[in-house]
Structures are given as structure tokens and as C-alpha cells.
């Protein structure tokens, strides 16, 4: 969550960005609204294997090939570059699937919503994704922009309604599309030169191989090919490219410790360095006492530290290098715990990291909510800041949206905070750690018992909870509260904290139409350092030397900064179960009826396996969240529940049952919808 102190800086960046980049809009026609083939260069539809170029070195065979002179450009004519893009074998498997269809009626063309992604699977739906290996037809729902300005800068956006798969390759049809007065749409000429067989010009004619593989791949899934307005295919990076990065910094990081068998569950090797610099027992935070400190943590950034601006180092230029830690360089993060006076020898607490929200830090471990959980169920929470995230970066962040050649290290931090996180957790775990410390010692004997390791965030910390837990060696279980994942496709437009940067991006970028394109490509980026490029390993598909995992995800109905629809995606995607029944359908709340489509019901309880929950605050405060890409409007009547599942008793005891030795998910809602502490009807 945004606190008033971090939205006041936010402020202040907007106005330093408006003062420096002031400048006339430009007058041209929608950069969106362009022909592949034309001379203009293009970047629609994205993403597309127009984009690519063979490459027999990647798992993919192929390797992301951007034209540069299509790249979007800012006020100050700094144009996107491609070279970290094109370091990819493929694009995000949460990639918005984007075109532009002049004159497009929705409602006319029965395009699949989001209120039921059932029409999906419809035999006359018009917006098909097919799997070109399977040939099975995916979950998807489309819409139109509606942050654009102007019909002609409005863009047709298709989205996963579960992630697609790593590695595959995937055909997009568009067919029988009709404007408001319900006429179809004529294909574009370029396509319908394609479609139709017919003589194409110069620069046309080496689609023709790639397009009879998308016509016979739309033919075996019975796709007629007379009636298409437009197709197009395109291929999702591979794990490799994905999450090599990651993977490759923990590794070595902790093959430094002397662990190099991080799927056995065995801690092996010495703990992280550390420095306890101070312990109290502050009158704000009566039965508890307080412990802060320093951690070290091999570093792979060029430059290391809380606000530092660089990112990984490399020593190839090859793009499939991996990040190298130059000699002797070592990050030296911040830790903080909160130890409550229950824990004692002779009941010893149980160990979790926690993970903080937007653009904060870890004294958020001191947060009531956290507090609660502590004492009600003897935890000792400890947390460090998430770099690329926290309160530290949010003037960078902020600039980074005003020249987005700068958001790759922003990318880098991410992933080296999750190493950072994953080291406190081996710190907590290490019986010669923090256990060691009289700060967390009575009478010479440890008060938290290291036999189990879990974790526990929120917002943001649910969020980068996913993607610390799909590569956390330490450990089994974690809650992901009110959470989600892709960033760029997903959450930033309908979240209320994304206004400020909303504000910093459009000033830049003014040209609407390629606003989706900018986050679809930042995304594609982002997936290194976003849960969106883990899920499909964040539970029982576990990476190479990494244990498996089990999640309870706590969702919040309405919630008004993390999209409810983006946790549904994540549920989907990582395999896991809802409570059932979610909503009380008496309610307005049965227009979200089919929001747990295809994702099955917990059917007995106590339940074993990864689950989602979806807590309601009630009709009489929260209203059903916008169904377009827009951020709800707070008002009296639609009040943002965001915080108010952590705050609630019944859901910190669900929390409790889970992150346990054998944990799982008990109803603690009585075989109704679960409602908060807070619930208004």
C-alpha cells in the first residue's frame, strides 16, 4: 500500500519529471494504428514471431527480434532500445495479446468478457488462441483499452486467463469481427493477401512459410480460414531465458555458503554473515522486542546498496550470459525482527520471513496486523527491503517511466532483493544464525525453533512472495496475501496506487495508443523479477534443485490496489484450489460468479494442496472491481479492502493452520463465503 509520506515523494518526482520534460504532444496519427508490411515500422499485433529470428543456440530455436526503428520514443526522442529484449528466446507467458481493429463493436462481435470466460471455449467465438503443438484452444478474455484517447487509439487487448505455457508456440485467429451497426469488418489488405492466397509484394513474401504452418494449425483446430479478419502466432520464452538469471545468481550465491544441494531440505554449509546493531523493547511495541541488523549477501549488481542505480554485471556480451559477481563485491542489506514476549525456551516460535508492501521497507514487520499474528500464534517475523521496490528506489522507479531504457536495472534489483530475502531465510533457518544471537536467546537458549522455515506477505510482499517462494530452497509453505502477478499486464492499470507513475508515463510517452504496448514490453522484461515468469514452477512443477512448494493465496474482494482478476490468473497457473462457496451470489456479488472459472473447489477440508481464498468486506463498503482495465474509485460506498484480510482474526488462524509442519488449509468460514472482521452487508 502507498502511504501518504511515499505518495508525497511520488508527487515530487511528478513535478521534477514535468519540469524537465515539458513539452508540446505530438500531433501524428496513432503510432498503434499501422500495417506489419508497410514502410512505417510497426509493432502491432505484439507479441508476434514476426519478431524473431532463428537461433538453433536456444531452447526455442529462436531468438526476439524487435525493430528498432518501431521502438516507442519518448518527448525527448529517446527511443525504447532492443538489446535486452532481445536477449529473450521468446515472450512472457503472460503476454497481452495486442491489435488494432478500427471500428471494433465488442457486444456486436461477442468477443469472450471477462465476466465469463466460459465463451472462451464457445464453437463461434471470435477471438480463438490456439496451441500450436496441442492444437487445444486456450482460456482467454479480451477488451478494449479503456485508457485510451480517442477511438483511434483504441487497441483490442487479449489476456491469459491462465498463463501460457513456457516454450510453446501459439496462433492467434480473429474472425467474423463487426463494427457498431453489426457489419464484419474487412481483413486488413496485408493478411487477406496472405489468407486468400493471392500474389504479395517483395516484403511479404517470406511469411509465406510461417503462415501456412498458422493455417494448418487453424485448420486441424477447425478455424475456417475464409472468414479471418487477421492471425498471427507468436512463442513463449523458454524456462531457460525466463528464469536462468534468477536461478543462476542462487545458486552460486549459496553454493558460497557451502550448499549445493538446495533441493534436499538439508541446510548445509555456514550461514550468511550478519550484525545485530540493535535491540529494543520500544513502549510502541509493548510484548515484543525488536532486533535490527545487517546481512551480507553476494552481490551481482555493478553497484550494490539500498538506492544504488546499476544493474547485473556480465562478463560476456553473449545474450544468453548470466549475471557475475565482480571480485569481492557483496550487498550489505538491512534485516528487522520482531520477536513477541511468548517466545520462550521451552516454546520456542515459529520462524517467518515477511514480505512488506509498495515502495516500503521492512519496519512494516512492526505493523499491527503482524503483531497480531505474532502473538496470537508465537511467530518471530523478520524482513529486509525489497530492492527494485521499496521506498529507497521510488525516485529511480519513478524516472524509469519517463525513459524506460532505464528499467532494466530496476528488473535486476528485483532479482537481487529476492536473493537477499532468500539469505534472511537462511539466516532464520541456520542453527548457527540468528538462533546463535542472544538477541534472540533466553538464559543462553534459543527462543524461535529452526526447524521449519515459512513466509508471509502482503501487496507487494504477496506479490514478490510468488516469485521468492518458486526459488526458495528454505522454505515448503507461504502465504501470499491479497496478491497477483504481471505487473505490466495485470495490475498496474487497475491499481489505485499506479496513478502517480500513470501520470509520469503518459507525460512521456503521450501517444495513447502505445500505452498497452509499453507495458506489455516493460512486462516482458519484468517476468524476470515478477511472479509472472516462475508460476508455472512456484508449486508442484518445481525447478531444478529447488524443493516444491505450497501456497495459500488470501485474495480480497474489490480489493482497490491488487487486482482480483490478476490473483485468479496466478491461481490458475500455479494449480490451486478455491473455497467454495467464494461469494455470496444474493448479493451484487453475483456478477463475479464465474470469476473461480477453471479453477477447481477445495471439496474436503483439511486440504493438503495450494489454495486460494477470496475474503469479502461486504456490499454495504465494497463494490464488484471495474471489469475493464481501470482502477476502482474510492468513494464512501467502495471503500478499498486492501488491508483488511491480514486484519482479520479468522484469517490469521488460517494463516497459523497452514504455516506448519504439515500445514493445510482448514475453513475457518463455517461453509460460507469467508467475510472479514469488517464485513458490511
Request: net charge positive; with cysteine.
Amino acid at each position: 500500500m502507498l502511504t501518504k509520506t511515499r505518495l508525497a515523494v511520488v508527487a515530487s518526482v511528478v513535478v521534477l519529471i514535468a519540469a524537465i520534460g515539458a513539452g508540446s504532444a505530438s500531433a501524428a496519427a496513432p503510432a498503434a494504428d499501422c500495417q506489419p508490411f508497410a514502410r512505417t515500422p510497426c509493432l502491432l499485433p505484439f507479441p508476434s514471431n514476426l519478431f524473431t529470428a532463428p537461433d538453433r543456440s536456444t531452447p526455442t530455436g529462436l531468438r526476439v527480434h524487435l525493430p528498432a526503428a518501431a521502438m516507442p520514443a519518448n518527448k525527448l526522442g529517446q527511443r525504447v532500445g532492443v538489446s535486452e529484449y532481445n536477449r529473450a528466446d521468446g515472450f512472457s507467458p503472460g503476454s497481452t495479446l495486442i491489435v488494432h481493429v478500427p471500428g471494433l463493436d465488442l457486444h456486436r462481435t461477442r468477443v469472450v468478457p471477462l465476466s465469463d470466460l466460459r465463451q472462451a471455449f464457445a464453437p463461434t467465438q471470435p477471438i480463438v488462441v490456439i496451441d500450436e503443438q496441442t492444437g487445444v484452444r486456450q482460456l482467454i478474455w479480451a477488451e478494449l483499452d479503456a485508457n485510451a484517447h480517442g477511438a483511434q487509439s483504441v487497441n483490442l487487448l487479449i489476456h491469459p486467463g491462465k498463463d501460457f505455457a513456457e516454450g510453446h508456440t501459439y496462433v492467434v485467429a480473429l474472425r467474423n469481427l463487426r463494427d457498431s451497426r453489426g457489419r464484419v469488418i474487412s481483413a486488413p489488405r496485408w493478411f487477406a493477401l496472405l489468407r486468400d492466397g493471392r500474389s504479395l509484394p517483395r516484403s511479404e513474401r517470406g511469411q509465406r512459410p510461417r503462415y501456412s504452418r498458422i493455417f494448418r494449425a487453424l485448420a486441424h483446430a477447425k478455424i475456417a480460414r475464409s472468414n479471418l479478419y487477421e492471425a498471427w502466432d507468436f512463442t513463449v520464452a523458454s524456462r531457460q531465458s525466463l528464469s536462468g538469471r534468477m536461478l543462476a545468481i542462487r545458486n552460486n550465491a549459496f553454493a558460497q555458503l557451502g550448499d549445493r544441494n538446495l533441493a534436499d531440505g538439508v541446510v548445509q554449509g555456514r550461514a550468511p554473515g550478519y550484525t545485530v546493531t540493535a535491540t529494543d523493547t520500544s513502549p510502541d511495541l509493548p510484548g515484543f522486542k525488536r532486533v535490527a541488523g545487517t546481512f551480507t549477501v553476494p552481490c551481482y549488481l555493478v553497484t550494490c546498496g539500498p538506492a544504488a542505480t546499476t544493474g547485473f554485471h556480465y562478463s560476456s556480451r553473449r545474450p544468453d550470459a548470466l549475471p557475475t559477481q565482480i571480485l569481492g563485491n557483496q550487498a550489505i542489506a538491512q534485516f528487522e525482527c520482531l520477536i513477541p514476549s511468548s517466545a520462550t525456551p521451552l516454546r520456542r516460535a515459529r520462524i517467518s520471513l515477511y514480505g512488506h508492501g509498495l515502495l516500503g521497507k521492512r519496519s512494516e514487520v512492526e505493523a499491527a496486523n503482524v503483531r497480531a499474528m505474532a502473538s496470537e500464534h508465537n511467530f518471530v517475523f523478520c524482513a529486509t527491503d525489497w530492492w527494485g521496490l521499496a521506498s529507497a528506489d521510488t525516485p529511480f522507479d519513478a524516472t524509469a517511466l519517463s525513459d524506460i531504457n532505464r528499467f532494466p536495472v530496476a528488473v535486476d534489483r528485483l532479482q537481487q532483493g529476492v536473493l537477499n530475502t532468500l539469505f534472511l531465510g537462511r539466516l532464520m533457518l541456520h542453527p548457527r544464525g540468528l538462533a546463535a544471537n542472544p538477541a534472540f536467546q533466553a538464559g543462553g537458549r534459543p527462543v524461535i525453533d529452526t526447524s521449519h522455515l515459512y513466509y508471509d506477505g502482503n501487496s507487494q510482499g504477496g506479490i514478490m512472495g510468488g516469485m521468492t517462494t518458486a526459488v526458495a530452497p528454505d522454505f515448503r509453505h507461504a502465504v501470499l496475501g491479497v496478491t497477483g502477478m504481471n505487473y505490466g499486464n495485470l495490475l498496474v492499470q487497475r491499481s489505485t496506487d499506479f496513478a502517480p507513475f500513470g501520470a509520469i508515463l503518459s507525460q512521456s510517452y503521450s501517444d495513447s495508443s502505445l500505452t498497452p504496448v509499453i507495458l506489455d514490453l516493460m512486462q516482458q522484461l519484468w517476468d524476470r523479477g515478477d511472479p509472472d515468469g516462475y508460476a508455472q514452477h512456484m508449486t508442484s512443477r518445481p525447478y531444478p534443485d529447488t524443493p516444491s512448494h505450497t501456497v495459500l493465496m488470501q485474495i480480497a474482494y474489490g480489493d482497490h490496489q491488487v487486482s482480483n482478476y490478476a490473483a485468479m490468473v496466478q491461481a490458475r497457473t500455479i494449480g490451486a484450489a478455491a473455497h467454495q462457496p467464494a461469494l455470496d451470489l444474493n448479493t451484487d456479488r453475483r456478477r463475479d460468479r464465474n470469476m473461480f472459472y477453471g479453477i477447481p473447489s477445495m471439496r474436503r477440508y483439511p486440504f493438503s494442496g495450494s489454495a486460494v481464498v477470496i475474503w469479502d468486506s461486504g456490499p454495504g463498503q465494497v463494490q464488484p472491481p471495474p471489469l475493464a482495465n481501470l482502477a476502482p474509485q474510492d468513494s464512501p460506498t467502495n471503500k478499498d479492502p486492501h488491508e483488511l484480510v491480514r486484519n482479520t482474526r479468522a484469517a490469521r488462524t488460517q494463516k497459523s493452520d497452514f504455516l506448519a509442519p504439515g500445514g493445510r488449509v482448514f475453513d475457518v468460514c463455517g461453509g460460507r463465503p469467508c467475510h472479514t472482521d469488517s464485513y458490511v452487508p
